[in-house]
């Protein structure tokens, strides 16, 4: 499995504007209907400030995966965005988050989703590729680049 299997070029923020959780959320979701992945923006921002009441997805080291399992999708749906500034993601360790890979999922690709988070997670443990995504100059195919190499590599 690989992230740009769900990551379109057309679905990164090289620079996101937002500065707290739920503005981020709703740049990435904005994203992503503007470019045809969803239909329903305002629900898929309810689902996912839903799921973030349970635990914040800002897992810490400048890092956040929020994510759902959703109806409004028929297929997972990977958004990224690059925060220069650092966003208060009301992270596990407090911190400000810059990289944030966000995920959709269909209500029944439990197992693929899963995976998924799990596959991103274990990219984000490395170092040099965080720092890789922190260092591009602003352009998706940039960004788009080091995740599919780093993909290629991890897969």
């Keep these: 499995m690989k992230i740009i299997d769900f990551l379109k070029e057309g679905a990164i923020v090289p620079d996101l504007k937002a500065t707290d959780k739920e503005s981020v959320i709703k740049e ?17 921002v309810e689902i996912i400030l839903e799921r973030e009441k349970l ?24 958004a990224f965005g690059l925060s220069r500034k650092g966003v208060n993601f009301e992270s596990l360790d407090e911190e400000p988050v810059y990289l944030i890979f966000l995920v959709l999922a269909p209500v029944e690709a439990t197992g693929m989703h899963l995976k998924l988070l ?22 998706r195919r940039e960004i788009f680049q080091v995740i599919e190499e780093e993909d290629e590599k991890n897969s």
Excluded: M
């Design 28 to 44: 990435l979701v904005t994203l992503l209907k503007g470019i045809g992945e969803i239909s329903d923006q305002e629900k898929i």
């Design 55 to 78: 635990g914040s997805t800002g897992i810490g080291q400048g890092i956040a995966v929020p994510h759902a399992k959703t109806d409004q999708v028929k297929q997972i749906v990977v």
């Design 118 to 139: 799990a596959k991103i997670a274990r990219l984000l443990k490395d170092k040099v590729f965080c720092n890789s995504l922190k260092s591009c100059k602003g352009k």
